[in-house]
Structure formats: C-alpha cells, structure tokens
C-alpha cells in the first residue's frame, strides 16, 4: 500500500497555518469593507466557454478541465475515444468536457455581472475571496490550488476607481507591517500606442506577451520572441527603447512623452497614469512601462504589486481596468477596474520577514486539569460558566501526571492552567498559574471567567 499524498502544487494547512492565513484574510477584508465593497461568491467550477479564450493563449493553457460524467459508459467509448483524439490534437469537445475549475476570479465576475446586471445598482463594488486553481509548474510562491482576494469596481469610468485602489494596496500592506513593497503602474493604452508605433494595434497581443516575460527571461530573449513573432529589426528596437526608460517616475514620464505622444492613445495612456500617480501620493506607487501583464482583457491602467526586495518572492497582486469585459458575455458597455492579493505570496513574505504577530497562536486560553472523576465533572460545569462568557478553554480528557498536563499545555502554547481538585471543590476558589512566568493566584468560581477575560 503506496503512502498517502497529496496533488502536487496543494497543500494541507494546520492550525497555525490557518491563523495566519485567516489574520491575512480579515486584514484584507476589513480594508475593502472600509471602502464600501460587498462580498461575493461564485462556484469553484464554471462552464468551459465562460472561462475559454480570456486569457490568453498562454492562460488558456493552464486551465484545470474537469472530465464529463459517465465516460465509462460502454455504449459511448467509440465516441469518448474520438472527442479523446480531438483533446490531444488542442482541441475542445463537450462530449469529454464542459466545466472547468476557474482560473481567476475575474472572469466569473464578470459573468456574474453580466447575468445580474439589471438587478444591481451601478457602481457595483465587490469583494471576493476564494480558492482559485491553474495548471502551472508548482515552484516557490506559485501553486496549483491557491487563494485571491479581489476587489472590483463596475459601472464607473471614473479614475478615482482606480485611485482608490492604490490606496487599499497601501493600506493593506502597511497594516500588514510590508513597508517596503512596490505598487507599479502603467497603461495598456500607452503599450497599444507603442504597438502602434511598430506597425499596428494588432502587434499588441504579441508586443505585450513577450514584454511580460522580461523578468524571466532577460531583455535579449525578449527581443528575439518579438523576432519570432514577426517584429522587423526597426520595431524591435522602438521596444528595446521602450524596455530602457529608466529614471524617476517624472523622467519616465517626460521620456514616454517624447517616444508615443504623438499617438492619441499614447497621449491617453500617459494622462492616466499622471492622474493616479498624482493623486494617491503614495511613495511605493513605482511608474513602470515594462508592465504589461499577460491578460488580454485589460484596457486601461493596470497594476502590479511586488514583494519587498529582500524576499525573492515578485508579484503579491495586480489587477487594472477593463472597459468591455462583460462585452465578452454578450452585455457590451459596463466599464470595470479591479484588483487582486495573492495571498499565499503574502503569506511566505510575512513569514520570511517575521512579520505576523506573535499573539496568533493563542486559541485556548485557559486548560482545566483533570484532577479525577468527581473532580473532572465539576471542574466541566465551572469551564462551561467560563465559556459562556467568551472565553476558550477546555478540560484535560483523563486524570492523568500532574507533569503530563503541564506538557500538553505547553505544547499547545495555552498560557493558563486552572487547577480544581477536591479541597477547591469546598472552598468555592481555585489556583489560576501563568504557564510562562509561573505566577499563580487563587479566584472564586464566581470571579474567574472575569478574571481570564482580563488576562
């Protein structure tokens, strides 16, 4: 019998693990509640069509398509077998499959959105968090089954949408202690433009592909991809000088200007980004013209959240505008802007910088010793007395070495111990010890939950 494991790229998640997670979750959420979004759900699978053909040829890859029921059945196995054949050949079919898990929360919003639209009030604001799935290379920071936190605006084309969202980046993470993470930003308009510069809007999906890689792959691979994809020497080299703008944010800008702002789309492009830049007046707010980020739905700004430097760790979030993205589900005209935590990355960043408090770990606050039978059943009634005001505790399962109680406490990190035995029972009042400093002092049943609540 093999040992029992677990899908490659997932992971089990203990109590301490789930803590923090959960103070990463509540910290988010209480930043997105402060700015008015309501929370959301949608299904962990969706159609396969919803989710197709939205992200791209290198998103559309990673998708997890789940296998129809009764494949097995004999009297379709002739056809199983040729809807097989046409998956293998990079094709789809719904004899073999007709839902997928979702890849993003984007997406489904946006179909949620196109479904519901006559019923919600415009600006619709919403918060999502929930497990996400992708096919991808399981490394550091990057798993198959992983969390976003997403919040997203529709039905406005204001840019303080946008505005505002920089803000919850910045305040989320300066809740989370992360003082030193950059908020980059650009604009897809300023990339259709520099497409446009090379020939034509169409070059845009290819131009932005490649440039999204230039973290991973370096400058000179970047170029020759851009070659590969049908760019002549003269084009390459615009996006080289693209790719070299450098400088303060106001430099940048200044040397954007001068290479696309001749174009109408450029000249958009740039305004947008001075508009947000101007108004967050945020310091890690970082203008980056290499951001292109892959998805093809974007259309106006977009973000990218990047760890601090000291962690080897990238993207912690990003997100950005999409003016038709219900377009796509048959519901043209609803502008949207939205972005997204990669909470799992939040999570290794916290933990390598130590930076999740220490009092996390604390869930029971108080262990009852189990000093006998008799002693036991009275000791339950007192604990339940101590609950009912707010106060978590529980009672060792058997009478066991006063030592061994003392180790169970210990290695569940519970920072009290109440001590009832006989003699305790009679005079109505009980030891209370402070496991870490050992100090210890005697409460009547009747003060004690009070007494632990102020602890």
Known sequence: MSKPSIPQGTRDFSADVVRKRNYIFSTIKNVFELYSFEPLETPAFENLET????????????????????????????QVREDFEKILQGKNTKGITERALKYDLTIPFARYVAMNHNKLTMPFRRYQIQPVWRADRPQKGR???????????????????EVELANIYHEVFMELGMKNYELRINSR???????????????????????????????????????QRGLNEEQVNIIENYLNITGSNEQKLSAIKSLIGSLETGRQG?????????QTKNTSLIIDFTLARGLNYYTGIIFEAKAPQEVKMGSIGGGGRYDDLTGLFGVPNIPGVGISFGVDRIYDVL???????????????????NMGDAESRFAFGIMQQVRSKGIACELYHEA??????????????????????????????CPVKNLSSSVQEMVTFERLADYLKNL
């Open 51 to 78: 989710l197709m053909g939205k992200y791209g040829e290198e998103g559309d890859k990673l998708i997890f398509k789940i296998l129809n029921n009764g494949l097995d059945n004999p009297d379709k196995e002739k």
């Open 143 to 161: 798993y198959r089954e992983f969390t976003q936190c997403d919040a997203d605006v529709v039905g406005s084309v204001s840019l303080l949408n």
């Open 189 to 227: 308009k300023i990339l259709t433009a520099l497409a446009e510069l090379c020939g034509g809007a169409d070059k845009m999906i290819d131009i932005t592909i490649a440039i999204d890689k230039l973290d991973k792959i370096g400058l000179e691979k970047v170029k020759e991809e851009l070659q």
């Open 270 to 278: 740039v305004e947008e980004v001075e508009f947000v830049f101007a």
């Open 351 to 369: 933990e390598e910088l130590n930076l999740f408090p220490g009092n996390l770990q604390v869930s029971t606050k108080a262990l009852f010793f």
């Open 400 to 429: 066991a070495k006063i030592g061994k109680q003392f180790t169970y406490a210990e290695k569940k990190n519970i920072p009290f111990a109440v001590i009832i035995g006989s003699k305790e029972m009679e005079e109505k009042s």
